[in-house]
């Protein structure tokens, strides 16, 4: 069993693990996922969700047993950063427009998407109009994951009146994640080069940071040691393993994890975690 995530060795962090990575221009996301994992010489890394070549910023990256856990960046929300081209000069209505389109809307994904091309929602949660300059507009965007940037500055352009096109596109945050701290692969070559050349772990664990961080914001269920050798081998949570949980309320979406913070498994709240019997947690991925 893993142990408390701030004492692993870099052996162990490599090994479940994540990275807050700066993707570059031109690569694909899973180009840098097959890098990352080459790097750091785990048999698998797993991005956050897909990035076009062009696009640059926030791509977190699970490590090694940690690409288990991948299905947490399925439904995370995402920011962005755009550049919206007019194809005239700005209307003076622009922010009223913009801010119609917060909320629910309707979305057929491009064509040269690789999923089929049928009409779907998605939530946009804020749009903010950050800046304005004759035909350009510099937008955020916090949306849903599978939210099509470009297929929105298209519909924003249409509702504008002046037509307009996606320029550059930034990701910004993602799930928990954020630019704030973020890493390129460089970074992450010569805390790896450092720690295996010098023994020196320092640069490594600013860089990768244990996969539980993944998981911020997931409702949070405690068990105790016993129970999570038995989650280890398949066993569902039964109630009363739990020591703590965070919800009570059946159908949610929750991490376990042992008292000392390391995650085992992550499951579907199925009874109640305060019973004296029965099963609590259905397992959904067990990390351990």
Known sequence: MRG???????????????????????????????????MTGQERAAHSGTLDPKVTGCLPTLL??????????????????????????????FE??????????????????AVSRRLRTRRIHDLEVLETEERRALLRVRCASGTYIRKLCHDLGLALGTGAHMGHLRRTGTGPFDDTDLH??????????????????????EVVDPAERALE???????????????????????????DSETDEP?????????????????????????ESGEAVALERVLV
């Open 4 to 38: 408390d995530p701030t004492e692993r060795s870099a052996e162990e962090l490599l090994a479940f693990g994540v990275v807050n990575l700066d993707k570059p221009p031109g690569p694909s996301a899973h180009q840098v996922a097959g890098w990352v994992r080459d």
């Open 64 to 93: 090694g047993d940690a690409t288990r856990a991948a299905q947490v960046f399925d439904d995370a929300v995402k920011e962005y950063v755009t550049v919206l081209e007019c194809h005239r000069p700005v209307p003076a209505d």
């Open 96 to 113: 009223s427009v913009a801010a119609e389109f917060e909320g629910e809307i309707y979305q057929k994904p491009p064509r040269k998407s």
């Open 184 to 205: 390129t692969l460089h970074d992450l070559q010569d805390a790896v080069t450092e720690w295996r050349e010098t023994g020196d772990e320092t640069w490594l664990r």
């Open 217 to 243: 914001g997931i409702p949070r269920v405690t068990v105790a040691p016993s129970a999570a050798e038995q989650i280890r081998e398949g066993a569902p949570v039964y109630a009363p393993g739990i020591i």
């Open 251 to 275: 159908g949610t979406f929750v991490a376990c994890y042992t008292p000392d913070g390391a995650a085992v498994c992550l499951g579907t709240l199925v009874g109640d975690p305060a019973a």
